[in-house]
Each structure stands twice: as structure tokens, then as C-alpha cells.
């Protein structure tokens, strides 16, 4: 059986690096690694294959590009071209990436069968691209690999039952896995006291793409970091717009520092008092490393995290409150799986192979 993972951004890596890992352990598995090009420095892609022990992609596309229809559209070419030499019997999706919706749509013109992992998820309002991404490549993948209970139920709402699966996060089983590795030194090269700081992460388009929103973000932050340190490693997409819009001295309180990887992302995690941050899947690592956090968003597709009360959506106006006004949470349980997911998955995919 031939299996080709399709990955191109930071999120997409740490996914794949658990997936990959069972694979390994699949004697009638050829596995193929796609690398779309999406993330490309160092520090945002390079450095994730080599802390988390990930083989070499078997093909780079190197695609580079500033908008979001020439990027998928260039994706799109590239993917046939290899999808018709490979002849893969599945092509492995993730998350809600660019890379991801180009994948499930050069697969599925090909008649190749998809899975896709995470899927399920939802979040309003419905025109943020990585929504686009998900509705679209749970549409036209034959397998629908949900990390939680709310995921399917998404799912079944749309009569895409039959196709679906919860076998929890994977993120979680690299969680559990990755933790005794977790890596410190950034809390000591800052001299950071343990509780006493916050991680904050930004690089959603709406929250950085427009001055006035990256402003009044940073400026609340920047009012939270004088009183206790503020650690904020920035993405490049925001480190641009930062540049670009001249607000580097709304942000001087805030300890800026580069991309981390993500063992050291989750060192920094561990010992700290919060987070704050609009990503989707740092949200929920936040929440694995026992850190409540605020979520610059309308809306998360990891609704559980709100429900219960552990993190609480925010935008610049309550930022303030929201670190520093902590209500009590209901406990979720196993919401996310057992740590089990990437098993469940080869599992899965060697049956339907067979
Ligand atoms: C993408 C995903 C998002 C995910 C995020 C994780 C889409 C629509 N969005 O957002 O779901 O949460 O990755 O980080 O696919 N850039 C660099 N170097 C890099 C990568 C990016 O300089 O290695 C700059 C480029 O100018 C690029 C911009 O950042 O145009 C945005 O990158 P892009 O991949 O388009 O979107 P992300 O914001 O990273």
C-alpha cells in the first residue's frame, strides 16, 4: 500500500511526525512525504523535521506565494503531476492549511482516495480561510478522521457520517509523548521566573493583516507585559506587518523572540501562567500543558475549550480581563482522545486498503 502525506505548513509537521511514526511501524507501507513549500525558513519548517526526528519530505514543490488562489492554484499543478506519477492508494491530509484544501482537490479530480485529519471542525465567521479550507476538503475526502465527539457531531450535520471516525488528536499523542523532551532553555536564556510570564502567539490574517487590529492587540499586550513579562515568539507574517505598519513601539514592554520550535515552544508553556494566542492548535497545547489561555477570535473551532470555561475568547478590548479575571471551568475529561489517535488512523487506513 502507498500513502502519501501532504504537508506545507508548521502545524501540519508536528501532525505528521506522529502519523509518520506509526507508519514506520507498518511492514506493507510505502510512505511518501509531500512538502507543498508553504512554510519555508528554517525556523518554520526545517527545524520541526529535525527536532521531532522526521524523515527528509520525498518531494519539495518549493511554492511560494503571497495569495491565497496563485498559491492553491500553483499546489494544485504541482500535486497532479506527482499524485499521477505515484499512483498513491491514499493521500494523507491535515488541518486547514492552503496546502490541505490543494491536496484534497488535486486528489479527488484524480479519483484518488483521501483521508483527512481533523476533520469536523467549525468556526464562524464562515469566510476565514482556514474555514474554507475545511469545509471543502471534508466534502470531497472519503475519510473523515475527527479528533473529538463535537468534530463528528459537525459532521453529522452535514451527512458526512458515514465517512467518519473520532479517534482523538493527534496532538494530544504527540503531547504524551514529546513532554519528558520539552525543552527550557528559551525560560533560562530569558531569565524568566516559572508562573510569572505569558507566552503570546498572533498570526491570524484578521488580527494582523489590518493596522488598526494588530495596533490595538499589541498595545493591550503591551499594557499586560508591564506588569509581568510578555513572550512573544512572532511569526513571520506578523514580524512583516509589524515592520510594515511601524508599530514596533507599541510592542516595547512585549520580550519579542523568533519562531520556536516545538519543543521548545512547549518548554516555555510548561512554566507559565498563561497564554494568549489565536492559533488553533496552540489553544489546544495550552490546554494539554494545563495553561488557561485567551483566544484572539470570534470564534474557535476547538469549542470545548470555551464551553467548559478553561480558555475564554478575547479580542484587544478584553484582553485585559480575560488574563487577569479567571473564571472556574468544568473538567472535560478525555474530550480529546487517549492518546491514541495516530494508531487508530494506520489502523484505519490499513483496513481500508485491504
Ligand atoms: C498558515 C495557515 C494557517 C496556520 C498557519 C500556521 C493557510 C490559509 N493558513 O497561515 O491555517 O495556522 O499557517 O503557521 O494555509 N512566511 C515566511 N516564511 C515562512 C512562512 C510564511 O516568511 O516560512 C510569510 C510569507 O510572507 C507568507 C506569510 O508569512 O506569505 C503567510 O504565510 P501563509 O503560509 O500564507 O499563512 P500563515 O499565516 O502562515
Sequence with gaps: MKIISIVGARPQFIKEAIVQEELRKQANVEHIVLHTGQHYDAEMSTVFFDTLKMRPPDYMLGIKAQLHGEMTGLMLIELERVFLKERPDIVLLYGDTNSTVAGALAAAKLKLRTAHVEAGLRQTPRWIPEEVNRVVTDRVSDVLFAPSQLAMGNLQREGLLDRAVNVGDVMYDLYLRAVSRFDTSVVDRLRLEGKRYIVMTLHRDFNVDKQENLAAILSAANTIAAEQPVVFPVHPRTAKRIAEFGLESLAKNITIVPPLDYLSLMGLTQHASFVITDSGGYQKEA??????????????????????????????????????????YRDMGLVYGAGDAAAKIVKHLVEIAN
Design 287 to 328: 490546554y494539554f500543558a494545563g495553561k488557561r489561555a485567551a483566544i484572539i477570535m470570534e470564534d474557535t473551532g476547538w469549542r470545548e475549550l470555551v464551553e467548559s470555561g478553561y480558555h475564554v475568547l478575547a479580542s484587544a478590548e478584553t484582553l485585559y480581563d480575560a488574563v487577569y479575571a479567571s473564571k472556574p
